[in-house]
């Protein structure tokens, strides 16, 4: 279990603009947002020695950005190659490697050109090798595809109906209409959804989360130095990562995967909420990884905010509402502010917690979640101010 | 065979090629555990419940039951799926225990239901593969 509360914090962040078409390299807006983090922590960039990143494939590795932003004596440079899944992780990452001093001050990172350069969503190689050879040739390709399988054992388990996931897309369209830096802020009604383009039974388009350019970054250090700097310390309170048995040969691989109707939360609940020293009762604000909008649901359930199979109806009742129990995804998820691959949760739960979030601001926040990734493994952090 | 084949193809490697060998055979083989019994899918090179590597292939019945379903509506790649769309992917329990991908053909997607029976069909779709689909059962 992770054992580290309180001892580090998020002193810095940064993001550019998230776009359909940036218009420049991964490597600019990895610069752009890691420079913007250092700002906003108010630390020179000398004072950088280490650098994280995660990527599917389609980004720049961390050593280019260190090399682009003329980083003095880099000791700790790391990629980790994952999906979405991996969000929270190098947070936790840095934290071990600062208290076991192998940097003092680390940049974590997630930049890519999503939606004009790699499209993740728009398929996979057409070569069925490995594990793949037992789902690509069914035309089970896409990560649309991938989930709409998980959210109709959902259904079929636990009677989730299309009006339950509704309520997500609603609702984050609606927090989404609140942030100018979101990519979606054109009102979205139930009768919209309904009648949206379907994609992949039971998905339609409104299910599906966007596909983005653009980067976002924190800058890590250990809590005495962060107390120093310039912005108010958001500390790393809590964190875990993990899944269940069978996680699978690769992120699309779920044969084995013991029931598709409870994703890697779960699995990982006693571990977070014992790590931070709390329950689901003492969050304020959730930033949870939307992917698709049962993904949602299935994290509400997994982490205990509601019973395995309640997830709808919690929804449904207005659950994850802004003025509700568990005001969600204030900036839009990645349903509606874009997709940076949960990073840009880490970013809003920052906002959130100094309370520079404007009118998207959820009064008193004190206590954040964040999670990362939908499918057999996922990482997730308790923030606190 | 068709040589416009466009859609994915299997590459039997040393794990699975017996599996795909029986396919062409129009038997569906599974590993089983020469130590506990256990059939498992997909092939791997222990067995994943007592980790022996003393597994043998042992042809399955071919009935199984739907476990869970997608009907795929919007067709990627467009050029290869255009015209067969909508399609039915699903996870289907086998009656010897593991869990399996494949489509579901000969039925309207609308008639699937949880827990459906259903039984192997198989489609040569190129010289060297042929793919175990499922179809409802007789
Ligand atoms: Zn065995």
Known sequence: ?385 | MDNEYLKPLPAPDHLTAPFWDGCKANKLLLQRCKQCSTSQFPPGPLCTKCRSAELEWSEASGKAKVYSWIVVRHPIPADVYKDEVPYVVALVDLDEGPRMSTNIVDCVPESIKDGMPVEVAFKQVSDAITLPLFRPAK
């Open chain 1, 1 to 385: 279990m992770w054992n580290l509360r309180d001892q580090c914090a998020i002193a810095g962040i940064g993001y550019t603009a998230f776009t359909k078409n940036s218009g420049v390299t991964v490597l600019e807006l990895a610069t752009e947002a890691c420079m913007k983090a250092c700002q906003d922590a108010g630390v020179n960039p000398d004072e950088v020695d280490g650098i994280i990143s995660f990527n599917f494939g389609d980004s720049v590795p961390s050593m280019s950005v260190a090399t682009a932003m003329g980083l003095k004596d880099p000791q700790w440079v790391v990629e980790y190659s994952s999906g979405g899944n991996a969000a929270n992780l190098i947070t936790l990452a840095a934290t071990s490697a600062i208290k076991s001093g192998l940097a003092k001050n680390i940049l974590c990172f997630r930049a890519m050109n999503g939606r004009s350069g790699f499209r993740l969503g728009g398929g996979r190689q057409m070569a069925a090798y490995g594990v793949t050879q037992f789902t690509a040739p069914y035309g089970w390709i896409t990560y649309p595809q991938a989930m709409a399988m998980w959210c109709q054992r959902h259904m079929n388990k636990y009677g989730t109906t299309k009006e339950q996931l509704a309520h997500v897309a609603v609702q984050f369209r609606q927090n989404a209409m609140q942030n100018e830096r979101a990519m979606q802020r054109k009102p979205l009604t139930f009768e919209e959804y309904h009648s949206a383009r379907k994609i992949v039974d039971p998905f339609g388009l409104y299910d599906i989360c966007l596909e983005s350019d653009g980067a976002c970054a924190t800058l890590i250090t250990s809590a005495e130095r962060a107390r120093d700097m310039k912005k108010k310390p958001v500390y790393i309170m809590g964190g875990a990562y993990g899944g269940g048995p069978a996680q699978g040969e690769d992120l699309f691989d779920i044969i084995r995967w013991p029931d598709p109707a409870e994703n890697f939360a779960p699995y990982i609940a006693d571990a977070l909420w014992k790590s931070a020293g709390i329950g689901p009762m003492d969050i304020d604000v959730a930033e949870i990884y939307d992917c698709f909008t049962y993904s949602v649901i299935m994290a509400l359930e997994g982490l205990g905010f509601c019973k395995p199979g309640e997830g709808g109806p919690f929804v449904a009742a207005g659950g994850i509402r802004r003025d509700g129990p568990l005001p969600t995804n204030t900036h839009g998820g990645l349903l509606s502010e874009a997709y940076i691959h949960g990073f840009n949760h880490v970013i809003e739960a920052v906002e959130q917690l100094r309370g520079e979030a404007g009118v998207r601001q959820v009064p008193n926040a004190e206590i954040a979640l964040t999670t990362a990734g939908a499918m057999t493994c996922g990482s997730a952090m308790i923030l606190r101010r």
